[in-house]
């Protein structure tokens, strides 16, 4: 049962539909409420020149996904964010760590990016450990930013310097 990291084809699409679209995705997610396949299709159409997407997929069957948003400002050549999300059923399997050693591989080796940037709610605490053992740090937090479950919840700024470039970010 190996775990294979590959580039996203259009057929993974329906597969990505639906993990987003899990409750448990949904709830730790910025974009709305159930997507579908349209939407999710239209989503990744609409940034196709600067993402790099990629899927986790284990016996034929897609159970997470990641998309590197490479900065199409020129002064931000070197910035980078990401998104991921993974099938609640393999929470807690290494998926999400998997595919956050590759998007740094990639950053590090591939596109020469210095900062690698993220959104996380700040109930998030398995998405905030994951990203600190990767070496993401909190910069800062938004009050209030965003609205979830009936209420407003807020969202932590984070980011991994790259650990070559030699200078803190504080």
Not at 8 to 19: C, T
Not at 29 to 50: H, I, M
Not at 79 to 107: Q, T, Y
Not at 121 to 129: F, K, L, P, R, S
């Amino acid at each position: 049962m190996e775990l294979v990291i590959r580039a996203a084809q259009k057929s993974d699409y329906p597969r990505i539909a639906e993990i987003l679209d899990h409750p448990a995705v949904m709830e730790q997610s910025s974009q709305q409420p159930y997507l579908g396949l349209e939407r999710v299709t239209g989503l990744f159409a609409a940034q196709e020149q600067n993402l790099v997407l990629l899927v986790a997929e284990r016996e034929g069957v897609v159970e997470g996904y990641t998309g590197l948003h490479l900065s199409a400002k020129p002064r931000a050549k070197h910035v980078a964010s990401f998104g991921m999300a993974v099938h609640p059923d393999n929470h807690g399997k290494g998926i999400g760590s998997r595919l956050l050693d590759e998007v740094i591989r990639l950053a590090d080796n591939w596109f020469n990016l210095v900062r690698l940037e993220l959104d996380v709610y700040t109930d998030n605490a398995a998405g905030i450990h994951l990203y600190k053992k990767f070496g993401f740090e909190v910069e800062g937090e938004l009050r209030l930013a965003a609205y979830k479950n009936g209420k407003y919840t807020g969202v932590y700024k984070m980011a991994r310097i790259h650990p070559g470039y030699g200078q803190s970010i504080r």
